[in-house]
């Protein structure tokens, strides 16, 4: 039998917002943009590859609280370069400024986002839980036309907590006066969205687009957003 539900809390990146396709088109403006080639750097595929590699190596250490903010934004594209030959702080600085100011405006969403929500949005009230940055995360709601279906929108930087620490969960629960027992959570993430929800014994939804394997103990499972239709 289904549950009650009265709102549905959303992940943004890799959820909704197709984090990997916008973050893609943002380092091929800074490829041609900062002509990267003329720098030593081959071409935009193996410049995408190491700024991958390097940016999740830097995210990660800020997530342990081993590396601030303003380290990750200064080192990322620094020493994507510094692997091409390209010794240059300054220019690393620009590169990293030039991408946050262009990737939250791109509005790439998963298929099915928008018919999806507003389906939704009839039924339940709705809001995002995300471990972004605040001053980002709103410009990527706005310009992919997102922020009309939520209500409250909690970020990691407004909580002064993520995903999967409970108290984020539980400050965008207060601020929209919902409660565990009859919300649902969605996201594409098992370590932050998932655990994190049912921490807090909340139901959630797995969205998992690249059928990736897992052993985790789910409430729902999908492959697609357009899904949630038939489950919500
Ligand atoms: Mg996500």
Not at 110 to 129: A, N, Q, R, W
Not at 182 to 201: E, P, Q
């Amino acid at each position: 039998m289904k549950k009650a539900y009265r709102h549905i809390f959303f992940d943004l990146d890799r959820t909704l917002w197709d984090f990997d396709k916008n973050s893609g088109e943002s380092l091929a403006e800074i490829f041609d943009h900062f002509n990267l080639k003329s720098l030593g750097v081959e071409n935009c595929d193996v410049f995408r590859t190491k700024y991958i590699e390097i940016n999740d190596q830097k995210w990660d250490a800020y997530r342990r609280g081993r590396l601030r903010k303003k380290e990750l934004r200064i080192q990322r594209f620094t020493e994507v370069l510094a692997h091409f030959g390209c010794h240059d702080l300054a220019l690393g600085s620009r590169i990293d400024r030039f991408y946050v100011s262009v990737s939250p405006h791109k509005t790439a969403l998963f298929p099915g986002t928008l018919e999806t929500l507003d389906y939704l949005s009839s039924k339940y009230k709705m809001h995002i839980i995300t471990n972004g940055f605040e001053e980002v995360q709103h410009i990527k709601l706005s310009k992919s036309g997102l922020t009309q279906f939520f209500d409250v929108v909690m970020t990691s930087e407004r909580a002064m907590a993520r995903k999967p620490d409970p108290a984020v969960f539980k400050l965008a629960l207060a601020e929209a006066k919902a409660s565990a027992a009859n919300s649902v959570m969605v996201g594409d993430d098992l370590g932050t969205d998932i655990s994190g929800a049912r921490g807090i014994w909340m139901d959630q939804v797995y969205f998992n687009p690249h059928k990736a394997r897992h052993n985790d103990d789910v409430t729902y499972e999908i492959e697609r957003i357009a899904d949630l239709k038939t489950i919500l």
